[in-house]
Nanobody
């Protein structure tokens, strides 16, 4: 069992940056691939990025490639999402997830979800 708690969301102007954090509890955190999703009002939840337990492999959706960076610190049971060059269309609730990496192109199939953190990008 893994519990996930996100933080770091907020209001930022377009072009700005935010860093989201996700702290996990549970002894098996380091064995799980982790990732981030987002959901804007009226839209389906969208996969953004995933990282393997070692941190050696990452997988990005085209919508955030080059602007967002995922990293993890297994010693701190934490995964991060650095978001740069934010756009108004990045406004959404951002969710941390733990699960398995599947598919081509690869994405994360989540077994555990955090409660989400709101990111609002103003023009």
């Amino acid at each position: 069992q893994v519990q996930l708690v996100e933080s770091g969301g907020g209001l930022v102007q377009a072009g700005g940056s935010l860093r989201l954090s996700c702290v996990a509890s549970g002894r098996t955190f380091s064995s799980y691939p982790m990732g981030w999703f987002r959901q804007a009002p009226g839209q389906e939840r969208e996969f953004l990025v995933a990282i393997r337990w070692s941190g050696s492999s990452t997988y990005y959706a085209d919508s955030v490639k080059g602007r967002f960076t995922i990293s993890r610190d297994n010693a701190k049971n934490t995964v991060y999402l650095q978001m740069n060059s934010l756009k108004t269309e990045d406004t959404a609730v951002y969710y941390c997830a733990a699960g398995t990496i599947r598919g081509s192109p690869a994405s994360l199939t989540a077994n555990y979800w955090g409660q989400g953190t709101q990111v609002t990008v103003s023009s």
